[in-house]
């Protein structure tokens, strides 16, 4: 069950803006881990513990250069370790440089998980609203890689047969990819354009009259040339449950953000470490974003144990 | 109408205080990772704004028909060229499309190449910056259509150009939101951990423009007459 994903899509990129945006420019590390361990369980409910693991290793080397890496580019800090080449290692970089890889893995993480939940459909949606041209354009090009993929298959299969296709080397390789796809080129477009003219044919884009108007039995003289609303396809419905997210989401933005700036959220590395201050609104903040991060997970694992207790019954 | 109406003061207010406020909040919030928030706000806000450009602008279908198309092709170089690693004719379509299209033309088929291809790459922080480096290479190249059409190693040249170009724009910003300031020595090592890549990148670029400039240059022209876009 992927319950998260039912939410509206503007719901979904309202969360996926708003926690991003905190992980990557934050610099507090509750934020931070909130962030991180919300998101790797999010990835791991959503693709199964096992995906998790066997990514776990890269995540972990680029954690680990990542972390030991910036002390050799930042020498800011008061407390140095030892001296490298004359230059001082210090503690305040090496930290900088854990909450960097930490900071780094979780835009990673969450950015996985944004492509297995925003799936083409609903960034269609997205676009549909804001700009119908821009979102034409995002369907046809949506459509037609699938088909050209096809196509390049059957192109390539048909020259292999005709021995156009044997070579080994990188270079042939090359030229023969380069051939066949150079002969796509004029197919596709001139596809396009059949394309085209059939939607013009089928007046896409033209204005339509609006049927005159008839006012206290008379005719209205004056009738506007109007552009009939283009309506679209879409299964998706705005219910309060994504009203609620939109808001929780916007709430704990904002109380981040106002938090950092004004109300001893931040926090600073250099040139000496801060310290976490616990203030009425510092632990709001970490209360609120503490819930948005999780939730997904809590709300993946409720539908799951929903559904095995739904199962087991039967 | 009231809709339309609508819509139009929803955007006349974002763009005059929801977005000035957020900007201005984020500078005060982010500390050290100011500069970075200024620069990611104003990319997503640069390339936004084309988009809002281009829907009040472009009117022929057709010309949306074949910005889709080129950007499909570009997606689907993606793919079949990935064996070969490094070798993706994603900015030599793009510039392509904008010498015979025109600028506009190519920004889109960049930008849109970069949002569709992450759809099957992965998306990330890097995707606005994507978006805005090939958008930007297309736009150029429009500019520059008469001299690149022209002579081969004003070509070479602007395959160069936009290898460089590309990777300046993604790294200038790991740079920036790494450190808060532009640390050289670090710009040093992300620029020549990613020479290989770079190197690549720019021989591919110019491979592909240099084979598919002139037949699909003439696919293009002969498109555009006959279909009088």
């Known amino acids: 069950m992927k319950a998260f994903k039912n939410f509206h899509p503007v719901s979904l990129a309202v969360y996926f803006l708003s926690v991003l945006t905190v992980l990557m420019f934050t610099k507090n590390p509750v934020l931070q881990a909130e962030a991180l361990v919300g998101a790797a369980l999010f990835l791991g409910a959503l693709q199964g513990v096992g995906t998790l693991l066997s990514d776990a290793p890269f995540y972990l080397a680029l954690f680990a250069m990542t972390a030991l890496t910036n002390p050799l580019f930042s020498h800011n800090g008061v407390t140095p370790l030892f001296f490298m080449n004359g230059n001082p290692v210090t503690l305040e970089a090496l930290l900088y440089g854990v909450s960097l890889a930490a900071t780094v893995i979780g835009a990673l993480i969450l950015c996985r998980c944004f492509c297995d939940v925003m799936t083409s459909d609903k960034i269609l949606y997205l676009a549909m609203a804001a700009s119908p041209k821009f979102s034409l354009v995002l369907s046809m090009a949506l459509r037609f890689i699938p088909m050209l993929v096809k196509r390049f298959h059957r192109v390539e299969r048909a020259q292999r047969t005709m021995g156009l296709y044997s070579g080994k080397s990188v270079s042939d390789r090359v030229k023969f990819h380069v051939r066949v796809f150079l002969s796509m080129i004029p197919w596709t477009l001139e596809n396009a354009m059949e394309t085209s003219a059939s939607m013009r044919a089928r007046g896409y884009g033209k204005y339509i009259k609006r049927a005159e108007k008839i006012k206290n039995g008379k005719n209205v003289k004056n009738v506007k040339c109007e552009k009939k609303k283009r309506t679209n396809f879409s299964l998706f419905k705005f219910t309060p449950r994504d009203a609620a997210l939109i808001f929780v989401c916007l709430l704990s933005f904002g109380i981040s953000l106002l938090g950092e700036a004004f109300f001893s959220v931040g926090f600073e590395y250099y040139p000496r470490l801060g310290a976490l201050r616990l203030t009425a609104w510092s632990a709001a903040v970490y209360a609120v974003f503490g819930a948005v991060t999780f939730m997904p997970f809590l709300i993946e694992v409720k539908e799951a144990l929903v559904w095995k207790y739904c199962v087991s019954k039967i | ?229």
């Open chain 2, 1 to 229: 109408m009231r809709r339309e109406k609508v819509k139009k003061a929803l955007v006349c207010l974002a763009f005059s205080i929801l977005i000035p406020t957020l900007v201005t909040v984020g500078y005060l919030a982010f500390g050290e990772r100011r500069y970075a928030w200024i620069i990611l706000s104003a990319t997503v806000l640069f390339v936004a704004s084309f988009f809002l450009y281009f829907e009040k602008t472009e009117s022929k279908t057709g010309r949306l028909l074949v910005i889709a198309s080129m950007t499909a092709l570009s997606c689907v170089g993606r793919v079949v060229f990935a064996p070969i690693p490094g070798f993706k004719p994603v900015t030599a379509i793009t510039v392509i499309c904008a010498i015979y299209f025109g600028a506009e033309a190519g920004f889109m088929t960049g930008a849109m190449s970069a949002l569709i291809s992450n759809l099957y790459f992965g998306q990330g922080p890097w995707t606005p910056f994507q978006m805005f480096g090939w958008g930007i290479i297309g736009f150029f190249a429009g500019l520059l259509s008469e001299r690149l059409k022209k002579g081969k190693a004003f070509l070479l040249l602007y395959a160069l150009f936009s290898g460089v170009l590309y990777s300046l724009i993604m790294d200038v910003w790991t740079v920036l939101w790494a450190d808060g300031f532009f640390n050289l020595s670090r710009y040093a090592a992300a620029s020549l951990s990613a020479l290989p890549f770079t190197a690549v990148y720019v021989v591919s670029n110019a491979v592909f423009l240099l084979i598919g400039l002139k037949p699909v240059g003439k696919v293009l022209e002969r498109i555009k007459t006959k279909y009088n876009l």
